[in-house]
C-alpha cells in the first residue's frame, strides 16, 4: 500500500453523461527525464513515467505546468526482467516501467545534455598529487622494457 | 647396287625418325594455350563467391523479359518497412524524401502559370467560352453533391467516403469527359476507380544486433500500397518537366537514424509492383491520380493544437510516396530496374483534396536506382512540385456556389490537358 499517492481513485474515474470534466489538479505523478538508449530524433524527448498515465495525460501534464509544446506521444511499457535468482535461488523481479517518447511541436528540438563530462585532472602544482603522479609515471617507466626488443620478454636472450 | 639392309618385320612407328614432315625446320605458328577465365567460385562458402552469386543474378535479371523481371525482383519475401502514404507521423515528408531520394520544390513548374489570377487567362487549347463550359461543368456537380442530394448526415468519420468521394468521382469524370476533345491523349486514357498502386524497393543498409545473422549488412526494404481515390492512366508519356541532368542540384535530406524511429513498422508479406493495371495493358504510363484526404485529418484541429505545420506535411508526405510509387511502377513496367536506370524521366501529376481544398503536386522520377551499391554514384535525385492548399469555393448558399475560384479550375484544367 503506497500511502504517499494522493490522487488515488478508488476505481478509475469512470465518466458517466453529465459528468464535469475529469481535472487533476496537483497531480501526484512525476516524469522522468531520461538520456534516450537508442539514438531519437531532435524533436523527441524521452520520459519514464508512472503506469497509470496515458498519451492524454503526459500532453496536458507537459502542455499545463510545464508550458512545453507537444506534438505527439509514444508510449510503451518495459518489461522488467524475472529471470534473475538470488542466493535463495528465489526469481527476484525488476520493477517494470512505462516509457514515453514525446514529440515536440513547433519545430523545438531538445538534445539530452551532457551530465558527467569528463574533467581534466590536472593536480595543482607543488602538491602531494603531483609529486605522487611523477612518481608513479617514472615507476612504470622503469618497468617497462627496451622498446629496442619489441614486446619480446627478457627471459629470451643471454 | 641397293643396299640390303636388315629392316624389321614389323615398321614401328619411330622408324625413320627423321623423315617425317614435323621436324623440317619451318615458321611453326606458335598457339598461346588458351584457359578459361578465372573467376571466384559459384558455390563456396567466401565473400568473392557472395559477389559473383550477386552479379550471376543481376545479369540473368538484366538479360530477361519484363514480367521475369518484376517476379524475380519481388519474389524472395523478407521483413519490410510499411510506407503509408496517409500517415500522422510529425514531419513525414522529411523521412520519405530521404526514403525516396526525392528533392521538394516548392511551387509548380513553369509550365502550369500561376493559378491565383482571377481573369479567365487563355489556357494553352481552351478558349473562353469552353473554360466557362468546365467553370458550369464544376458549379453543377458542387450543387449537385452538397444542394440537391438529400442526403441523411453522414456517419461519425465517414463525411469522406459518403460524401466528398461521389463528389470527386463526378467531377473527374466529367472533366475527363468534356476534355477529352481538346486533349487528344485522354480519348484513349483510362479512368481508374479506386486502383491498387504497389511499390517495392530498396534503400540504404544496416547491420544487423542480433541473432544469427549478427553483424550482416542487411539492406532495408520499403513497400507502398496505395489506394487513390480514382486515376487516369494514359497510353504515351507526358513530357519532363525539367532535365535530367538539371536534377543533380537539388538536395535531399539526409536522415541518419533507423526508420523505424519515425515511426514506421515492419512486416513480411508479398512483394508487390502494380501501377493499376496489369503488364500487358496499353495505357502503361501515369497521367494524374486524385486523392482524397482521410476522415481524420482535421485541418483546423490541427491548426488549434499548433501543429499548422503539419497540415502540409501531411500533404506533401502523401502525394510524394504516391506518386513515387506509381511512377516506380510506372518504370519497372518499362523494365528499368534497381541496376537498369531509367533513360528518361517519367512524369505523373496528383491532386490530393478534402472537398474544398486542393493540392496539386507534380512528380518527375529521374532515378530508380536507390540501393546502396547503385547510389554510390549516382548524382540524380527525384523531383516534387506542390502547392499549398487552395480553395476551390468558400460556400453553397441557396442554390449557388459562393466564392469559386478560377485560378483553381484553370490549374486542374491545365493538369487534365497536359499532353506531349
Not at chain 1, 495525460?57 to 509544446?69: F, G, T
Not at chain 1, 528465489?90 to 516501467?97: A, C, G, R, S, T
Not at chain 2, 625446320?25 to 571466384?40: C, F, G, L, N, Q
Not at chain 2, 523505424?260 to 512486416?267: K, Q
Request: charged share 25%.
Amino acid at each position: 500500500l503506497n500511502r504517499n499517492i494522493i490522487n488515488t481513485f478508488f476505481l478509475y474515474p469512470l465518466y458517466q453523461l453529465g459528468n464535469p470534466q475529469l481535472r487533476i489538479f496537483r497531480p501526484s505523478w512525476f516524469l522522468t527525464l531520461v538520456r534516450p538508449g537508442k539514438e531519437q530524433p531532435q524533436d523527441t524527448v524521452q520520459f519514464r513515467i508512472p503506469m497509470e498515465m496515458t498519451k492524454y495525460d503526459i500532453k496536458n501534464y507537459l502542455e499545463k505546468i510545464y508550458n512545453v509544446p507537444v506534438g505527439v506521444v509514444r508510449t510503451r511499457i518495459q518489461f522488467g526482467s524475472n529471470k534473475k535468482r538470488n542466493h535463495l535461488n528465489q526469481k527476484v523481479k525488476q520493477p517494470d516501467y512505462k516509457v514515453a517518447y514525446v514529440q515536440l511541436a513547433l519545430g523545438q528540438t531538445f538534445t539530452f545534455p551532457d551530465i558527467f563530462p569528463e574533467k581534466e585532472r590536472a593536480p595543482a602544482e607543488g602538491s602531494m598529487e603531483e609529486m605522487q603522479e611523477k612518481f608513479m609515471e617514472d615507476e612504470k617507466q622503469r618497468q617497462k622494457l627496451d622498446p629496442r626488443r619489441g614486446g619480446v620478454t627478457e627471459w629470451f636472450g643471454l | 647396287m641397293a643396299a640390303r639392309t636388315r629392316l624389321p618385320l614389323l615398321f614401328p612407328r619411330n622408324l625413320f625418325p627423321f623423315r617425317s614432315q614435323k621436324l623440317v625446320h619451318t615458321d611453326v605458328s606458335v598457339k598461346e594455350p588458351a584457359y578459361p577465365p578465372i573467376v571466384p567460385s559459384l558455390t563456396a562458402k567466401s565473400k568473392s563467391a557472395r559477389r559473383r552469386q550477386i552479379e550471376e543474378r543481376v545479369k540473368k535479371i538484366c538479360t530477361s523479359s519484363v514480367e521475369d523481371k518484376l517476379s524475380l525482383i519481388t519474389r524472395i519475401q523478407r521483413e519490410k518497412f510499411v510506407v503509408y502514404p496517409q500517415t500522422f507521423a510529425r514531419n513525414a515528408d522529411r523521412w520519405y524524401q530521404h526514403f525516396t531520394k526525392t528533392a521538394y520544390i516548392p511551387g509548380l513548374p513553369e509550365k502550369f502559370t500561376p493559378g491565383l489570377e482571377k481573369t479567365t487567362a487563355a489556357v494553352p487549347g481552351i478558349d473562353d467560352d469552353a473554360f466557362a463550359d468546365i467553370r458550369s461543368l464544376v458549379t453543377r456537380v458542387i450543387l449537385q453533391e452538397h444542394w440537391q442530394f438529400r442526403k441523411r448526415k453522414p456517419f461519425m468519420y465517414r463525411h469522406q467516403e459518403q460524401v466528398v468521394g461521389p463528389f470527386l468521382r463526378s467531377l473527374v469524370s466529367g472533366l475527363t469527359y468534356s476534355l477529352a476533345k481538346y486533349n487528344p491523349l485522354l480519348q484513349l486514357s483510362s479512368l481508374d476507380l479506386s486502383p491498387q498502386v504497389n511499390f517495392y524497393w530498396r534503400r540504404g543498409q544496416r547491420i544487423i544486433p542480433k541473432g544469427h545473422r549478427k553483424r550482416h549488412l542487411e539492406p532495408t526494404r520499403f513497400q507502398i500500397d496505395d489506394r487513390p481515390h480514382s486515376q487516369i492512366r494514359v497510353t504515351q508519356q507526358l513530357p519532363q518537366f525539367m532535365p535530367l541532368e538539371a536534377s543533380h542540384a537539388a538536395e535531399v535530406p539526409e536522415i541518419t537514424l533507423r526508420p523505424n524511429v519515425m515511426p514506421l513498422f515492419r512486416r513480411q508479406y508479398d512483394n508487390n509492383i502494380f501501377t493499376g493495371a496489369k503488364l500487358p495493358d496499353p495505357a502503361c504510363y501515369g497521367h494524374t491520380q486524385f486523392h482524397l484526404v482521410p476522415d481524420r485529418y482535421h485541418r483546423d484541429r490541427m491548426i488549434r493544437q499548433q501543429q499548422a505545420d503539419q497540415v502540409e506535411v501531411f500533404l506533401r508526405a502523401n502525394a510524394l510516396a504516391s506518386l513515387f510509387a506509381w511512377t516506380g511502377a510506372q518504370a519497372m513496367y518499362q523494365g528499368f530496374w534497381n541496376y537498369e536506370d531509367v533513360t528518361r524521366p517519367f512524369v505523373s501529376q496528383a491532386v490530393i483534396t478534402d472537398g474544398h481544398f486542393f493540392s496539386f503536386f507534380c512528380y518527375q522520377l529521374n532515378t530508380v536506382a536507390l540501393s546502396v551499391e547503385t547510389d554510390a554514384n549516382n548524382p540524380r535525385k527525384n523531383l516534387l512540385w506542390g502547392t499549398e492548399s487552395l480553395r476551390l469555393y468558400e460556400s453553397v448558399q441557396d442554390g449557388e456556389v459562393v466564392g469559386l475560384n478560377d485560378g483553381v479550375v484553370k490549374l486542374l484544367v491545365q493538369f487534365f490537358m497536359n499532353q506531349p
